[in-house]
């Protein structure tokens, strides 16, 4: 009975839709109108993901190096994001408007600041359910070769990135891009503000509530030079609050393809800062890829050095979400891997299967620290290792094409020079459905 009311009333509907054409051939605004919303929605999408994240991570010895401790879970929750994009057309082939922001809320949180929702400095703020935030409002323009936006945007030129939840930070301000050829594109970016994904305003961040620099720029460029792929940028940060010099980054990535599927890479990320390294920090990276039988072996390096001990944090400005770098190895693994002198090696194997079914295991092994991390000096380890792994399934075709479920898991442990376990188990299940209306 209810699809055949549906039914009637859908043909009631496109009759009536009908008529009204008939009726009225033309815009009431004119014919300039039409044109110019033709223009907006000519290539426009309009796109909906809704997510949900449940994790559950325990540590023992985090923050400190007993013997007797005890395994804590420090989070327990499940999330949710509802994400909107809107991206338009171009009127005139010049300008358009690009507009995104999420939902998101808790269904229950046991713990902290579990970085999917809204959080209040290092807590969740559970008064904060369903807020929206708008994360990207930007004017796009293009001209022959050049392109740009201007507004709330995103990082991604040079030596700025962008901090990920779900969804990506916000910076305030505008980029540009100059195509030279078909091989060479410089890029540009400045912004004098930025929050996380999990912050709606400065005052939510980790740096007393203050944005942590006056003004951040960066030049980029890539490129391609007989098979070998190109990246380099170089960035500057006016520190906010501070009389420090101002910190300066630099980028550079290459890599080659051969037809055999095997893969070279080479990429280092590094940030000359008075303030945070007392002189130069960088990341040093080897990647070598191959295909092997039905499955891909993907193996990084890493070599991580500062002028005074401290651990590195690849980002111009290093506050923990105050900015992002573009440095390229991520390992999902725990830990980050980058305490100075730390050589790192992950070997990961992943794979598809028939009928959208993928998964991946991973195992990272790395030497020490003298110095520990910077929120627990007195942690020193001999090494650490970690091993992790995903299996998921992605929707292959029909209306939910892409609609995603996964789970991860990780374990990594460290060896305490005070003779004390340091153990972190991590599991995370999600479900990523995505759905376009244009």
Not at 135 to 141: G, M, V
Request: proline fraction near 2%; charged fraction near 15%.
């Amino acid at each position: 009975m209810f699809k055949k009311s549906l039914l009637a009333l859908s043909i009631a509907a496109a009759a009536t839709m009908s008529a009204n054409v008939m009726a009225a051939e033309e815009s009431a605004a004119g014919d300039k109108y039409t044109e110019a919303l033709n223009e907006f929605i000519t290539g426009a999408t309009l796109s909906v993901v809704g997510v949900t994240d449940t994790r559950y991570r325990t540590n023992k010895n985090r923050w400190g190096a007993d013997p007797s401790a005890e395994t804590v879970t420090d989070l327990d929750y499940t999330d949710y994001n509802i994400i909107l994009g809107f991206q338009s057309g171009y009127h005139k082939d010049t300008v358009g408007l690009n507009l995104a922001g999420y939902f998101s809320g808790s269904a229950y949180n046991r713990g902290g600041c579990a970085e999917i929702s809204q959080c209040d400095n290092w807590n969740q703020a559970d008064d904060r359910n369903g807020t929206f935030k708008l994360t990207t409002a930007a004017i796009k323009l293009k001209s022959g070769p050049i392109s740009g936006e201007v507004g709330l945007i995103q990082g991604g030129v040079g030596t700025i990135g962008n901090v990920w939840s779900f969804v990506p930070g916000t910076y305030r301000g505008a980029k540009a891009f100059w195509a030279i050829n078909d091989a060479w594109t410089l890029g540009y970016m400045g912004a004098d503000y930025f929050t996380a994904p999990w912050q709606l305003t400065e005052k939510d961040n980790h740096q007393g509530g203050k944005n942590s620099f006056d003004w951040l720029h960066s030049l980029g460029l890539t490129g391609n030079i007989n098979g070998i792929s190109l990246n380099m940028g170089v960035g500057q940060a006016n520190l906010a609050n501070t009389n420090a010099d101002d910190n300066t980054s630099f980028k550079f990535a290459a890599s080659y393809a051969f037809d055999n599927g095997m893969s070279l890479g080479f990429d280092t990320y590094g940030v000359d800062s008075e303030t945070d390294y007392d002189g130069y920090g960088a990341h040093y990276g080897l990647q070598f890829a191959m295909p092997v039988a039905s499955w891909t072996w993907d193996s990084q390096l890493r070599y991580t050095s500062t002028s005074n001990g401290a651990e590195f944090a690849p980002r111009t400005v290093g506050g923990y979400g105050s900015n992002n770098g573009t440095w390229g190895q991520w390992w999902d693994a725990l830990s980050d891997w980058n305490q100075d002198g730390q050589v790192a090696w992950s070997n990961r194997a992943s794979t598809s299967f028939a009928d959208g079914w993928f998964a991946y295991v991973g195992v990272i092994v790395a030497n020490g620290s003298d110095t520990g991390e910077s929120n627990s000096p007195a942690i020193q380890w001999d090494n650490e290792w970690a091993v992790n792994g995903t299996i998921g399934y992605s929707v292959p075709r029909g209306a939910l094409k892409g609609a995603t479920i996964r789970l991860h898991a990780t374990h990594l442990e460290r060896d305490l020079d005070a003779n004390a376990d340091y153990k972190r188990d991590d599991v995370r299940f999600q479900i990523i459905v995505p759905y376009n209306f244009l």
